[in-house]
């Protein structure tokens, strides 16, 4: 087992990256929570038999269990479905020494992180992400929300979980087009900060449509979770260093919005909106072609969509919710080369000059 640990100004918290380690949780939650009993959050879809390992642990530790599936789908992040989980938890009594544990993807994370830092002003939450994106990205740094209608992620607030909790042979259980999709996040470290990591990306890309190879995997997703690890403790609430982590979010959640969410998957939104913004960079002069060409080659070979086929109109209105908008104004993450970028302003103008030659 492999423990990162997150040191921040008030609170501590811990992303442990191991390989068939979920039988193993419960000892580590008994460390931390004093409380008897805990609230187990997750989806419809996450295997039964992940669930049935971490309610042994979890049970073997000591605690009593109370479970919560919610639907499928980012549908779910929603003030409605955190109020429905808040009423049964109000229903059930829990108090602040005990906790929620979040089994899932990005959605029970944020969701359940959301509902853990407004129910009773504040309780413990564990993140245990089982998808690949969640584990690289969702599930680090203690960002929680849901989604408004206008617009992704628009309501939350900053809650560290005790503990991120990362078994990578979960990942084996995902179709192809998740992991696909979490691959996103990974490409994103390289191109934001290390350029070593993209470069190895570029050379393990034929390989990784399957989760064959557990040292490949547990290195993809400990080099990753070092990467989120290192900027939100230089910088928790986003104050500068940390919109770096934003790079193709600005123009992919207007994506995402774009498609009901329900064309594309967070990181195939995600991967458009890198190579949109890479664009942008060149259009700018910050950076050269062969950046551009660099990221669409290792994108395409992952198996990630490079073309954008949703409506264009609205895309610039959705951005302008974006939470990095300062008096008006987008700012965006634009690379200057592979392992570094800048944040600057940019006029809509020559947003939608970038958005014409998509």
């Not at 979980?161 to 042979?169: A, K, R, S």
């Not at 990591?197 to 064959?212: E, G, I, R």
């Not at 950046?291 to 209105?317: A, E, F, M, N």
């Not at 634009?334 to 958005?355: A, H």
Request: glycine fraction near 8%; proline fraction near 2%; include cysteine.
């Amino acid at each position: 087992m492999n423990k990162i640990s997150i040191k921040l100004n008030q609170v501590t918290s811990r992303v442990d990256v191991g390989w068939g380690c979920l039988g193993q949780l419960g000892s580590i939650i008994r460390e931390q929570v004093r409380g008897s009993r805990l609230v187990i959050v997750t989806q419809s879809g996450i295997p039964d038999s992940y669930i049935q390992t971490v309610s042994d642990s979890c049970q073997l530790a000591g605690f009593r269990l109370h479970t919560l599936v919610i639907p499928d789908g980012e549908q779910a992040k929603s003030l409605d479905q955190a109020s429905e989980i808040i009423t049964q938890l109000l229903t059930w009594r829990l108090d602040r020494h005990d906790a929620l544990l979040a089994i899932g993807g990005g959605v029970v994370g944020d969701l359940t992180g959301f509902v853990a830092a407004v129910y009773l002003r504040g309780i413990a939450v564990i993140q245990v992400p089982t998808t690949l994106l969640a584990q690289v990205d969702a599930a680090i740094g203690g960002k929680t929300g849901v989604n408004h209608a206008l617009g992704k992620n628009l309501i939350g607030a900053f809650h560290q979980p005790l503990v991120t909790y990362c078994d990578v042979e979960t990942v084996n259980s995902l179709p192809l087009r998740h992991i696909q999709s979490g691959l996103a996040e990974v490409i994103k470290y390289g191109v934001i900060m290390d350029a070593e990591f993209f470069d190895w990306l570029l050379d393990k890309s034929d390989t990784l449509n399957a989760v064959s190879d557990a040292k490949i995997w547990m290195h993809i997703v400990q080099k990753s979770a070092r990467h989120k690890v290192a900027v939100v403790s230089a910088d928790e609430k986003e104050a500068n260093r940390r919109m770096i982590l934003n790079f193709g979010h600005t123009i992919g959640h207007a994506i995402e919005v774009a498609g009901d969410y329900q064309q594309y998957l967070h990181g195939e939104a995600i991967a458009l909106g890198m190579l949109a913004e890479t664009r942008l960079a060149i259009q700018l002069g910050l950076c050269s072609e062969a950046v551009y060409t660099q990221l669409h080659t290792l994108i395409q070979r992952i198996g990630l969509p490079t073309v954008l086929s949703v409506s264009k109109t609205g895309l610039i209105d959705t951005m302008r919710l974006d939470k990095k908008v300062i008096r008006d104004q987008l700012r965006f993450v634009l690379p200057t080369k592979i392992g570094d970028v800048t944040i600057i302003p940019v006029s809509e103008s020559d947003i939608q000059k970038t958005l014409d030659g998509l």
